[in-house]
């Protein structure tokens, strides 16, 4: 086909490589969006890393528009926005109001005000290749960003000891999609397409190391509170709460020791009551 026309077979080869590793890596979260839909709630999880995502693949569609021979660019960025945008609505549709209207307000801001400006300067203030040169730097910026998001997912790792959060599948393609578009970038002498995977590949590496070394290691479990209702006949074995004959087996001899206190409770109204323990 024309459109995959390119002077270069290699950087073709690398090129759509390239794409299918990112199109696993985009659709890595669809899991973490059928818990939340599963349960009408965003829990824990943050917008943030999908706001920015978003907004690195709306700023490299661009950068891709205005070079010739890049259409592996724009179909990749392309289809980033479109899942980037499917998992923000999805955030949207079943997060706290608090939540949504932050996500909003990032939205407003960044991918709508910030790429608004970023599309108007580069527009009347660069000409032909300086507007391209501009753009990648900036693309550049925003693929460091998102590639440095894991930093967090590290720390954990190395606190907890745990990999829970850190999925080997996940760490080795996006190590494999960053090995794909640096050679990509560096087959076209395109530099902003190169430069961030470096950092990728780094950073891919890394999360394999730790997984490698933690993936193994046992956590003590912490105690846990009961969820159900306990036992009062059994609790009272294990708890000496006041009065140790409460936890006697015998029935008659628990209703003898009842009226006994009930006998001393006449006697002597102002004495102790028994302690009653409640959980």
Same mark, same amino acid.
């Given at each position: 086909?024309?459109?995959?026309?390119?002077?270069?077979?290699?950087?073709?080869?690398?090129?759509?490589?390239?794409?299918?590793?990112?199109?696993?890596? &985009?659709?890595?979260?669809m899991p973490t969006f059928f818990r939340i839909c599963k349960k009408?709630?965003?829990?824990?999880?943050?917008?943030?890393?999908? %706001?920015?995502?978003?907004?690195?693949?709306?700023?490299?569609?661009?950068?891709?528009? !205005?070079?010739?021979?890049?259409?592996?660019?724009?179909? %990749?960025?392309?289809?980033?926005? /479109?899942?980037?945008?499917?998992?923000l609505t999805l955030f949207i549709a079943y997060a706290s109001k608090q939540a949504r209207m932050s996500t909003? #307000?990032?939205? !407003? !801001?960044?991918?709508?005000?910030?790429?608004?400006?970023?599309? *108007?300067?580069?527009?009347?203030?660069?000409?032909?290749?300086?507007?391209? #040169?501009?753009?990648?730097?900036? @693309?550049?910026?925003?693929?460091?960003?998102?590639?440095?998001?894991?930093?967090?997912? *590290? #720390?954990? $790792?190395?606190?907890?000891?745990?990999?829970?959060?850190?999925?080997?599948?996940?760490?080795? /393609?996006?190590?494999?999609?960053?090995?794909?578009? &640096? /050679?990509?970038?560096? *087959?076209? =002498?395109?530099?902003?397409?190169?430069?961030?995977?470096?950092?990728?590949?780094?950073?891919? $590496?890394?999360?394999?190391?730790?997984?490698?070394?933690?993936?193994?290691? =046992?956590?003590?479990?912490?105690?846990?509170?009961?969820?159900?209702?306990?036992?009062?006949?059994?609790?009272?074995?294990?708890?000496? @709460?006041?009065?140790?004959?409460?936890?006697?087996?015998? !029935?008659?001899?628990?209703?003898?020791?009842?009226?006994?206190?009930?006998?001393?409770?006449?006697?002597?109204?102002?004495?102790?009551?028994?302690?009653? @323990?409640?959980?």
């Amino acid at each position: 086909m024309a459109v995959f026309s390119t002077h270069n077979p290699f950087a073709l080869a690398f090129g759509i490589l390239g794409n299918i590793t990112s199109f696993v890596v &985009f659709l890595a979260p669809m899991p973490t969006f059928f818990r939340i839909c599963k349960k009408k709630s965003t829990e824990g999880f943050q917008s943030f890393p999908y %706001v920015v995502a978003l907004f690195s693949a709306m700023i490299w569609l661009y950068y891709a528009s !205005l070079k010739s021979d890049a259409f592996l660019l724009i179909t %990749v960025n392309s289809f980033g926005c /479109f899942i980037e945008t499917i998992y923000l609505t999805l955030f949207i549709a079943y997060a706290s109001k608090q939540a949504r209207m932050s996500t909003l #307000r990032m939205l !407003l !801001l960044l991918n709508f005000g910030g790429f608004c400006l970023i599309l *108007l300067l580069s527009h009347f203030l660069a000409k032909g290749s300086s507007r391209v #040169r501009i753009l990648g730097w900036v @693309c550049v910026i925003f693929s460091v960003s998102v590639f440095a998001a894991p930093l967090s997912i *590290l #720390r954990v $790792v190395i606190r907890t000891r745990s990999v829970e959060f850190m999925p080997f599948n996940l760490s080795f /393609f996006l190590t494999l999609s960053a090995i794909m578009w &640096f /050679f990509y970038g560096i *087959l076209l =002498k395109d530099l902003y397409v190169a430069i961030p995977n470096v950092l990728g590949f780094i950073f891919g $590496v890394l999360q394999m190391i730790l997984y490698v070394i933690y993936k193994n290691f =046992k956590t003590a479990e912490e105690p846990k509170l009961p969820e159900h209702t306990i036992d009062n006949a059994k609790f009272s074995t294990s708890l000496t @709460c006041g009065i140790q004959e409460a936890a006697s087996p015998q !029935l008659n001899g628990a209703d003898k020791e009842e009226n006994i206190h009930e006998k001393q409770d006449m006697d002597d109204p102002n004495g102790d009551q028994p302690i009653v @323990c409640q959980v």
